[in-house]
Structure formats: structure tokens, C-alpha cells
């Protein structure tokens, strides 16, 4: 059975990109396997909570993932 597991980071994807994923990734597979592999094909969305991403020692937040963090200075005016 043809298995993806995506992690993503909670709030950052709506259901219907989660949906657009499955069907994708879906149809990658078949490429790769044939149509017979549609039927057992699982794709897994799991979202990860915020704060909950690392890349080089550095936690990632949603704000960071998104470009809506907030400088210092766009928090004093």
C-alpha cells in the first residue's frame, strides 16, 4: 500500500489545500504504480503544533513560517 505522511504546521494549510495534497499525491503514485494503487493509496496530513518545527536548533513558529511576525519596531510604533 502506497503510504505519504505530511507534516505541516497547524493553521497554515485550509482543508481544501489538505485535500488538493491528498489528491496530488494521490495521483503521483498511480503515475508511478499504475491505477491499481489508487485503491490502497493513503495520504496522512498530521499538523504539527506551533512551535513544535526545528531546522539548525532554531524552533520555527507559524509567524515566522508565514512572514506575520512582528519586528520590535512594528511593535512600538
Given at each position: 500500500?502506497?503510504?505519504?505522511?505530511?507534516?505541516?504546521?497547524a493553521?497554515?494549510?485550509?482543508?481544501?489545500?489538505?485535500q488538493?495534497?491528498?489528491?496530488?499525491?494521490?495521483?503521483?503514485?498511480?503515475?508511478?504504480f499504475?491505477?491499481?494503487?489508487?485503491?490502497?493509496?493513503?495520504?496522512?496530513?498530521?499538523?504539527?503544533?506551533?512551535?513544535?518545527?526545528g531546522?539548525?536548533?532554531?524552533?520555527?513558529?507559524?509567524?515566522?513560517?508565514?512572514?506575520?511576525?512582528?519586528?520590535?519596531?512594528?511593535?512600538?510604533?
Open positions: 500500500m502506497p503510504f505519504a505522511n505530511l507534516k505541516v504546521p493553521g497554515l494549510v485550509d482543508a481544501a489545500q489538505k488538493q495534497f491528498i489528491h496530488t499525491i494521490t495521483e503521483m503514485y498511480v503515475a508511478a499504475g491505477e491499481d494503487a489508487r485503491a490502497t493509496t493513503m495520504v496522512l496530513v498530521d499538523e504539527v503544533p506551533d512551535g513544535g518545527w531546522i539548525g536548533d532554531h524552533v520555527l513558529t507559524l509567524a515566522e513560517l508565514t512572514g506575520s511576525e512582528l519586528t520590535g519596531s512594528e511593535l512600538t510604533g
